[in-house]
């Protein structure tokens, strides 16, 4: 769980820069706290694991795109939804 978070980060992170993000602290901290948040409802949601997956998936690029939008305010809404999707 640990490894996979680590990696899920780095690679937001990494994928963060072509986008020009420059708060990558921000990017790596919106990742492990939605990461967290995804791991705990699916263990504990009470659903099967597909429709858990999805509904938290969809929530983790909603919640990701927000913060990206509150944070990174000169950058275009579009550049913003391009990176959540991609990342």
Sequence with gaps: MLI?????AGAEV???VPFGLNRLWFV???NVATQLALWAF???GG??????L????ICV?????IAYLLMFKAKSRLRLAAYTLTA
């Excluded at 999805?54 to 998936?57: A, N």
């Excluded at 690029?61 to 795109?65: F, S, T, W």
Aim: charge should be negative; charged fraction near 10%.
């Design 61 to 65: 690029y909603l919640v990701e795109y």
């Design 4 to 8: 996979r978070t680590a990696l899920s």
């Design 28 to 30: 790596a901290a919106v």
């Design 42 to 44: 699916m263990g504990y």
């Design 47 to 52: 659903l099967a694991y597909m429709p858990a």
């Design 54 to 57: 999805v509904i938290g998936e």
């Design 14 to 16: 990494l994928l963060a």
